[in-house]
């Protein structure tokens, strides 16, 4: 009897996972080829940023680096030392860390205490540009801990850099976030960018990666599951869902050093990440 139901359900479920893939792969081609309305204004970004850069290492900006001992932060600053774009860059964090060699002498650590960070006011004075690449997991800080780094630290932190004069605030958020979120993520991430809109910079830019591709030194064994799993929705639609971690740095530079400002708030959703950076064939 058992054996008969089992012979039954098993080519069933197949069916139907089979049919949930060949449907999601359907929406995700469709995704993928959709032009979007800003696509051709986000390529030229990326060319024009990049043709800006000796006027912008010109200028000598100074920026600050919040979690530059993430993923996404250390690729940041890898990237800036790379195309030297700023003339002195203050990596602020919790703990000093081995710089790499390749950075210059131009990046400085500054450590901070991020519950008493009024008393590091003066860290934000007359830094121009910053970078917030903060962020934890609710696995790793509990529920109340997870919006304490990833709204409140940013929130303070972006207060303070306003007071100090930072014109250009660039903040990582993620794909899908949503302030009215009945899940603790993206609501997060969405009640962080509201808070961030009313500080007024003169640019605030918020990135909305999806699921970042790195060799994490961290183990994070729902992010490997995740990562390999989606490997191959990766490979034939690289802007769906997925974002290698050398486009999102890329994209925060070229938004920084592009020459003209559009909007007060920009938005960049996962394929714009892409198109920005320079790096997406579709800009080709
Ligand atoms: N993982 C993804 O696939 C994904 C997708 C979309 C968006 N995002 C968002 O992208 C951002 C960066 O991601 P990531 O993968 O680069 O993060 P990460 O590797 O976990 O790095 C997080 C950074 O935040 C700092 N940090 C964490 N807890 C802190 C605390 N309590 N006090 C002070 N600093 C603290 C870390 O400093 P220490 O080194 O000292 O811990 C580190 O510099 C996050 O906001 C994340 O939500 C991630």
Known sequence: ??????????????????????????????????????????????????????????ERNEAFVLGYTGEVGRELIRDMALLKAFSKVYLIGRRYINLPDHLGPEFEQVIVDYDDLDS???????VKYGFCCLGTTRAKAGKRGFVKVDHDYVLKS???????????YSVLSSQG?????????????GQMEEALKVIHFEQLS???????LCDR???RPSETFFRTILKPM?????????????VIARAMINDAIHPIRHEPVLLYENRAIHFLSGISKQCS
């Open 1 to 58: 009897m058992l054996w008969f139901k089992c012979n039954e359900f098993i080519p069933g479920a197949a069916i139907g996972v089979g049919f949930i893939g060949v449907a999601l792969s359907f929406c995700l081609f469709l995704y993928e080829v959709t032009p979007v309305p800003d696509l051709h204004v986000i390529c030229r970004m990326s060319q024009a940023s990049e043709e800006n850069l000796e006027v912008f290492r010109a």
């Open 120 to 126: 590091y006011a003066d860290v934000f004075r007359n």
């Open 158 to 168: 972006a207060e303070l850099a306003k007071a100090g004069g930072c014109k250009h």
């Open 177 to 189: 976030a949503d302030k009215n979120s009945s899940l603790l993520y993206p609501r997060t991430k």
């Open 206 to 212: 918020l990135f909305r990666p999806g699921l970042i």
């Open 217 to 219: 030194r961290e183990s």
């Open 234 to 246: 990766a490979y034939f639609f690289p802007t769906a869902v997925t974002t290698p971690v050398q």
